[in-house]
């Protein structure tokens, strides 16, 4: 298997776009997790899926960040708009029923 | 809520043996959980407990106790390579939802 596979890698945008990121879990993992790297917050879990369902996104900072998990096989992030303080490490994270989470490479966001 | 604490830094020579604690509050608790971060790269995965004592994997050990809301991670036979970050997350109730700590950074010495 590939892994968990992440779009982009590198994504530098100004203030105001629209920014998507896009993750595809290993393959036959019911779990997936969307969390968000920074020096001064650490790893923060911001949302997790179950069969394609958000069970909790209360990590979620506020109303411009938004998620979808349409299939098994594809999830989105979206922030709109996108503002200097997004600007961190995005990973995305999958797991079946045991205990370890698979990392994807993550999606460095830069909004300038 | 939930909140984990560990040392920001720890300093070792190699092929000597280091321990990272990990001291968490948190309401249902169900595991603790090792990462390992490069600069750079993504968690991967060294340990879970779910129950009290130790767990080894190779030159990595974990142990939990959940009376003193307490884990570590022992790392032996140090190698240059182990430099990197060392996160301990709780899973809650359920075992799905993680917090993670904020990472102890190792530096391996020569």
């Known amino acids: 298997d590939a892994g968990v596979i992440q779009s982009p890698r590198h994504e530098v945008t100004e203030m105001g776009q629209e920014v998507t990121l896009r993750c595809k879990p290993i393959?036959?993992?019911?779990?997936l997790f969307w969390y968000r790297q920074t020096m001064m917050r650490g790893l923060e879990l911001l949302i997790y899926?179950?069969?394609?369902?958000?069970?909790?996104d209360s990590g979620m900072p506020e109303d411009r960040f938004s998620a979808k998990m349409p299939n098994a096989s594809f999830s989105t992030l979206k922030i709109q708009p996108s503002e200097p303080r997004d600007s961190a490490v995005y990973f995305c994270?999958?797991?079946?029923?045991?205990?370890?989470?698979?990392f994807g490479p993550g999606t460095r966001l830069t909004v300038l | 809520g939930q909140s984990l604490e560990q040392p920001s830094e720890v300093t070792a020579v190699e092929g000597a043996i280091v321990q990272i604690n990990c001291t968490y509050q948190?309401?249902?608790?169900?595991?603790l959980s090792w990462y390992q971060q490069h600069d750079g790269g993504a968690p991967t995965f060294l340990s879970y407990n779910g129950l009290d004592g130790l767990e080894e994997t190779g030159r990595f050990s974990s142990f939990l106790s959940r009376s003193d809301s307490y884990g570590y991670l022992l790392l032996q036979e140090l190698q240059m390579k182990d430099s990197a970050s060392y996160f301990c997350?709780?899973?809650?109730?359920?075992?799905?939802?993680?917090?993670f700590g904020a990472g102890t950074r190792l530096f391996v010495k020569a």
């Open positions: 994270a999958s797991r079946s029923e045991g205990d370890e989470q698979f």
């Open positions: 899926f179950n069969n394609n369902v958000p069970i909790d």
């Open positions: 997350a709780v899973s809650g109730t359920g075992g799905f939802k993680t917090i």
């Open positions: 393959s036959g993992h019911d779990y």
């Open positions: 948190t309401s249902g608790f169900y595991g």
